[in-house]
């Protein structure tokens, strides 16, 4: 058994920002994971569907793997990538760094992992990596999942491999910090203003607030849209809730991110910014528990009131990503 030395295997909300601190703690980096996920300008919105899919998305947050870069980025750490379409390869690209001592952050189809508690195809699952034996990989997942977890190497293999939507080419990276860190505090209001410019000035319709506006459009006629309601709509407001999101979309883990940089820096437009979210998070947990009343009771009208707090949504997010990026 090979096992990487001082791992601190705490799993906590989101995948990506359960990784990026099990990586991070080992440099020497400790931050929560709000801190994380708000230095690496993780929250967005996005409505996605089409024809392909079975039933729409809602998206609470940047694209798989944008939030390691961006966080990488402004901490100046060097983040090393590697990708391969050969299985020999690719465990190699992980072995090696373990084998050295460092952990390794794996992005990959949590479809195929033994542990995981719903078989639902999702590629941009993020995963740490300390240990491996003959038979099995030794992983840090979030707490909803297990924590650390064992899986076998067969599984994670398969699930690495897998090509589809989000997925990478057994995608793994290591993170290193320079011999002087920056500042993480001095990249707070910068990392506030990049994500409120991305938010207000996203290129489609189906992005950012007027993603969320989109959403309150089309969230009412769901019922017609889905092919099992009573299914279909509770599922969605459980990945809302459950899906690894920290709560309400990941609104929560904003709101706690904002209220943490209200106790490190005295400026009104964040104290705003976090009370517009703090109200935001609510009311995306409101729409989570009517879609599960529509799903449930096939009525519309739970749909209606969701479409409606939508539209306040769109407004409150709007106005809160105004203030913050004129920091």
């Known amino acids: 058994m090979t096992v990487v030395r001082d791992v601190e295997a705490r799993g906590t909300q989101h995948c990506e920002t359960t ?4 990586l991070l703690r080992h440099e020497g ?9 708000g230095l690496g300008s993780g929250l967005s919105f996005i409505y996605w569907d089409s ?4 039933f729409p998305f809602l998206g609470g947050r940047v694209k798989p793997f944008e939030l390691t870069r961006n966080l ?9 990538v590697e990708e391969t379409t050969s299985a020999r390869k690719a465990w190699e690209n992980v072995a090696a760094p373990i084998d050295a001592g460092r952990p390794v952050g794996l992005q990959l189809d949590c479809y195929h992992l033994d542990y995981f508690r719903s078989r639902v195809h999702f590629g941009g699952h993020v ?13 840090v997942d979030t707490d909803q999942q297990g924590g650390a977890v064992r899986n076998s190497r067969a599984g994670l293999a398969r699930a690495r491999a897998e090509r589809g939507p989000m997925t990478a080419r057994n995608r793994s990276f290591t993170i290193a910090t320079p011999a002087r860190p920056l500042s993480w505090q001095e990249q707070i209001i910068p990392a506030v203003r990049d994500c409120a410019d991305a ?3 996203a ?9 969320i506006e989109k959403a309150g459009k089309k ?8 092919g099992e309601p009573k299914q279909d709509l509770p599922q969605v407001a459980l990945l809302m809730e459950k899906g690894g999101t920290g709560g309400a979309l990941f609104r929560a883990l904003y709101r706690d991110f904002l209220d943490e940089c209200t106790r490190l820096i005295d400026n009104d437009d964040l104290r705003t910014g976090h009370r517009l979210y703090a109200e935001a998070a609510v009311l995306w947990t409101d729409v989570a528990t009517l879609i599960t009343k529509a799903g449930e009771s096939g009525d519309a009208e739970h749909l209606r009131q969701a479409g409606v707090i939508l539209h306040d949504l769109s407004r409150i997010e709007k106005d809160a990503m105004r203030v913050l990026r004129r920091l």
């Open 19 to 22: 990784a990026l601190g099990v």
């Open 29 to 37: 980096l400790d931050l929560s994971e709000p801190m994380l996920f």
């Open 51 to 54: 024809k392909a899919m079975a």
């Open 72 to 80: 990488a980025a402004r901490l100046g750490l060097t983040l090393t």
């Open 127 to 139: 995963v740490a990596m300390y240990g491996y034996d003959e038979h099995d990989a030794y992983l």
């Open 199 to 201: 938010f207000l000035s």
């Open 203 to 211: 290129p489609i319709s189906n992005v950012g607030h007027r993603g």
């Open 219 to 226: 969230v009412p006629g769901w019922l017609l849209r889905a």
